[in-house]
Every structure is written in C-alpha cells, then in structure tokens.
C-alpha cells in the first residue's frame, strides 16, 4: 500500500500555514476535506487488499479511530502538539525539526 500526502497540499499556502500543528485538529476546509477524500481512498485500497488475503469464511476485526464530535477524535495529539511548542520555546527541540514534522491522520466523525 502507498499513502500519501493528500492531493492538493503540498506546496499549498494554506496547507503549509498549518505548520504550527502536527496533524489537522481544526477546521481548514481545503485541508479537511483533502484529507477525508484521502482516507476514503485509503481505506477502500485497505479494504480490497485485506480482501485478497483473507481466507474463505475467515474473519477480519477492524478498530478505527474515531468520535462523534468533529473535534473529539484529535484531542492527544493536539497535546502532543502543544508540548512539542513549548519544548520548541525551551530550545530542547529546534524549530526547523518542528516544522518538517507531521503526522498525517485523520479520525472520521459522523460529521466529517
């Protein structure tokens, strides 16, 4: 499998005005929904390749990350993220480093 970055945000100016967090936690639209059309791509390839392997009659159990509310699902790396800040301010971690990092998630809600 290859995932990737959604289509669309690399380079982008508002995608790289996100550089402050680590993953998508709020609502920026352009970055929201590249991200939704993304997990659905994803998935569905998970999907089909877990479908080739499984045996007849067997069995697959599936945990997904996600929440009701469109903010719920987020909240630990929305610390991470914060305390990644503050080791930033405190000189134990060098901004650039900050910058360049990212983790590409995303946790579906009923809303998104």
């Given at each position: 499998m290859n995932f990737q970055v959604p289509k669309g945000l690399?380079?982008?100016n508002e995608a790289?005005?996100?550089k402050s967090n680590?993953?998508?936690?709020?609502g920026v639209p352009l970055i929201t929904k590249?991200?939704?059309e993304q997990f659905g791509d994803d998935f569905t390839m998970?999907?089909?390749?877990r479908a080739e392997e499984i045996v007849s009659g067997g069995r697959m159990v599936l945990t997904i990350r996600g929440s009701t509310e469109a903010e719920d699902?987020?909240?630990d790396f929305q610390l991470l993220g914060m305390a990644l800040?503050?080791?930033v301010a405190e000189g134990l971690i060098a901004e650039e480093k900050f910058?360049?990092?990212y983790i590409p998630i995303h946790a579906p809600t009923i809303k998104m």
């Open positions: 690399v380079g982008n790289e005005a996100m680590i993953c998508v936690t709020k590249a991200y939704q998970f999907l089909r390749s699902g987020m909240w800040m503050d080791m910058r360049k990092f």
